[in-house]
């Protein structure tokens, strides 16, 4: 389930036999075959890229990996087009290349392979549908290294249309945009990728539109996830195609969308699938005031990240009558204290890196896709990034909480505004 790949020669009109293509034609020139009653179809070849895959609960293991696909293999699976491939160095067997639609690729055929030296050379691949054979080689990765994530993810506009924008370091030729609908699941149980875009590396946001591929729009209240790709090219004054793409990161943010506009830019986090927290990237400044909205329970506990300044300061939501509980870790001693909904609370000179609110009222059942639900104002002691996690809190666990990083899942959404001055 990755970006959709640059069209695959056509099979149906092959006569019985092999035809090879060597790497630097299956990368650089045009594969043009006419399928019976068909104008022909041209593509680039097949796509070798390292991929690096953040945290995420899409079921993508983190970390780097290898992707050998091709798209548009008509005809496709459904219609008896088999797919193998086996590095030219023989370091494995022969392997079966699954057949994979999506929404945005009915025709693809798609495997990943662990990130091993080995498997970094060239591949052949080998299409067969009965005795019309194709065979092909994919460019290499030796030498490749991985693609940065991106940071500072927001979302804002309006609720079905938004505007996703987000921050790389120098180097990145291309993004890619995509958007998986989590309720939706195609073979093997794996989201279905609903939307696609690609744009240079120096643009920093990208609007969806109302009407995606095929006629599909955005419900309210279906979770969905946003993958923010980013691409090194093999040669940065060629096309952005996956032939041409050598490394790409998977940055991987939940979204739940509302019919309701945002009326300020949400930070979008990472969800980690083990411990169940959501995992900030951004770039904080001290007397600015952040906003998270979390899921549904009775309290959460807040985590700077390793080298982070420390909270300077917590504003609670003004969404019930009962005061709220702060504990929050001082010299080695939990310390609580009640908070009244919709004020703020000052911590000690040199702020905490930690602390829980709990005594959230249950019955509010709060939406973890509505951005003004929870909104629970931060404030810094200094500048610097916020890379913590604030997970959920449930009846089991004990207040104040000593377990920081471990609850069920969380959904969250960040929200930054400028603190107002004291008057």
């Known amino acids: 389930m990755r970006k959709p790949f640059v069209a695959l020669a056509a099979l149906a009109a092959l006569s019985a036999g092999t035809m090879t293509f060597g790497a ?32 995420n609960d899409l079921g993508f293991t983190p970390g780097l990996e290898i992707i050998l696909g091709a798209d548009s293999v008509t005809p496709n699976g459904d219609a008896g087009t088999t797919v193998t491939a086996q590095p030219t160095n023989l370091s494995i067997g022969p392997q079966v290349i699954p057949f994979l639609p999506l929404t945005t690729v009915p025709n693809q055929f798609e495997q990943v392979f662990p990130d091993e030296a080995n498997l970094t050379v060239p591949w052949t691949v080998n299409f067969t549908n009965g005795a019309t054979t194709l065979t092909l080689t994919t460019p290499s990765l030796v030498g490749v290294t991985p693609a940065p994530f991106a940071t500072n993810v927001t979302v804002s506009g309006s609720g079905l249309n938004p505007t996703f924008s987000w921050t790389y370091p120098a180097g990145i030729d291309g993004v890619d945009v995509l958007l998986y609908d989590k309720a939706a699941l195609v073979d093997g149980g794996t989201p279905d990728l609903v939307w696609s875009e690609s744009v240079s590396g120096t643009t920093g946001s990208l609007t969806l539109p109302t009407t995606l591929q095929g006629g599909y729009t955005l419900t309210p209240g279906t979770p969905y996830a946003v993958v923010l790709k980013a691409e090194v090219l093999r040669d940065p004054n060629g096309p952005l195609d996956n032939p041409n793409i050598a490394a790409q990161s998977d940055s991987y943010f939940d979204l739940t969308p509302t019919t309701s506009p945002y009326t300020e830019p949400v930070y979008l986090p990472m969800v980690n699938p083990t411990t169940g927290a959501y995992m900030y990237d951004m770039t904080v400044a001290a007397g600015t005031e952040y906003f998270i909205d979390p899921e549904i329970a009775v309290g959460y506990a807040y985590q ?17 009558a009962n005061s709220f509980d702060l504990a929050y870790l001082e010299s080695g001693a939990w310390l609580t204290t009640l908070v009244a909904p919709g004020s ?18 249950p019955s509010l059942t709060l939406d973890p896709g ?19 996690t604030q997970t959920p809190l449930t009846e089991d666990v004990p207040e104040p909480s000593s377990i920081l990083l471990f609850g069920s899942a969380l959904a969250g959404l960040l929200v930054i505004r400028r603190r107002r001055a004291a008057v």
């Open 344 to 361: 703020t609370f000052d911590f000690p000179d040199g702020g905490v890196s930690s602390f829980d609110v709990t005594g959230i009222d």
């Open 370 to 388: 509505d951005t003004t639900a929870f909104l629970t104002g931060l404030t810094f002691t200094a500048n610097g990034s916020f890379t913590g």
């Open 304 to 320: 700077s990240g390793a080298g982070n300044p420390n909270f300077a300061s917590v504003q609670l939501p003004d969404i019930q």
């Open 24 to 55: 630097a034609t299956a990368q650089a020139a045009a594969i043009c075959v006419a399928p019976a009653g068909l104008p022909a179809d041209c593509g680039d070849g097949l796509s070798l890229r390292l991929n690096d895959n953040s945290t």
